[in-house]
């Protein structure tokens, strides 16, 4: 079992930075990400990092602006968003999986989730 708690959303103006973190309990996931939801969109994959190598894969929408890490000590990862943008407005979404991923990008591959927290960028 892994429990997520994300912290770090917030309300920034376009251009602005935010910093998401996830905290993670129980056991040590393979990989983490970051999706978001919009509202009367689908969700969508932002960012993913494996633990223990630090294999990274970003959507195309977020590539050179978002940064996302890992902090193994503290069981936490992190999403460092830069020049955001209000396309970049959503409920982002931590998730975890303890298995070995084929396929960063689809939700539905991930067990464990957090509660979400929201970003909102005006123009």
């Known amino acids: 079992q892994v429990q997520l708690v994300e912290s770090g959303g917030g309300l920034v103006q376009a251009g602005g930075s935010l910093k998401l973190s996830c905290a993670a309990s129980?056991?040590?996931?393979?990989?983490m990400a970051w999706f978001r939801q919009a509202p009367g969109k689908v969700r969508e994959f932002v960012a993913a990092i494996t633990r223990n190598a630090g294999i990274t894969d970003y959507a195309d929408s977020v590539k050179g602006r978002f940064t996302i890490s890992s902090d193994n000590a503290k069981n936490t990862v992190h999403l460092q968003m830069n020049s955001l943008k209000p396309e970049d407005t959503a409920v982002y979404y931590c998730?975890?999986?303890?298995?070995?991923?084929?396929?960063?990008?689809?939700?539905?591959?991930?067990?464990?989730w957090g509660q979400g927290t929201q970003v909102t960028v005006s123009s």
């Open positions: 129980g056991r040590t996931s393979y990989a």
């Open positions: 998730a975890a999986e303890l298995s070995r991923l084929n396929d960063f990008r689809n939700w539905v591959t991930y067990r464990y």
